[in-house]
Nanobody, 125 residues
Framework: QVQLVESGGGLVQAGGSLRLSCAAS????????IGWFRQAPGKEREFVAA????????GYGGSVKGRFTISRDNAKNTVYLQMNTLNAEDTAVYYC??????????????????WGQGTQVTVSS
């Protein structure tokens, strides 16, 4: 099990950028796949991005591809989500999630075991 804490959310104007962080506890962080998901009011929690244990393999949801970048620093037990060219549709609570494994990062939320508490991102138009 790993404990996850998100940070970096806030209010930003459309077209702006934010960088979210997901800090994890535990000495085996490098063995975990990390995913980012988001949930807007009244909507299902949707996949945003994920990264494998080494950082070599990444995946993105269709609505963020080309605008968001996921990365990780295993020495700091942290995964980042750089979000550029934000728009109002990106407004949501963003969650990071973890699952142990060395394969391709899954995009289904049901495959993740541990979740953070979320951080609010609000984009004003």
């Amino acid at each position: 099990q790993v404990q996850l804490v998100e940070s970096g959310g806030g209010l930003v104007q459309a077209g702006g950028s934010l960088r979210l962080s997901c800090a994890a506890s535990g000495r085996t962080f490098s063995r975990y796949v990390i995913g980012w998901f988001r949930q807007a009011p009244g909507k299902e929690r949707e996949f945003v991005a994920a990264i494998n244990w080494s950082g070599v393999i990444t995946g993105y949801g269709g609505s963020v591809k080309g605008r968001f970048t996921i990365s990780r620093d295993n020495a700091k037990n942290t995964v980042y989500l750089q979000m550029n060219t934000l728009n109002a549709e990106d407004t949501a609570v963003y969650y990071c999630a973890a699952v142990p494994g060395i394969g391709h990062p899954p995009i289904s939320r049901e495959e993740y075991d541990d979740w953070g508490q979320g951080t609010q991102v609000t984009v004003s138009s």
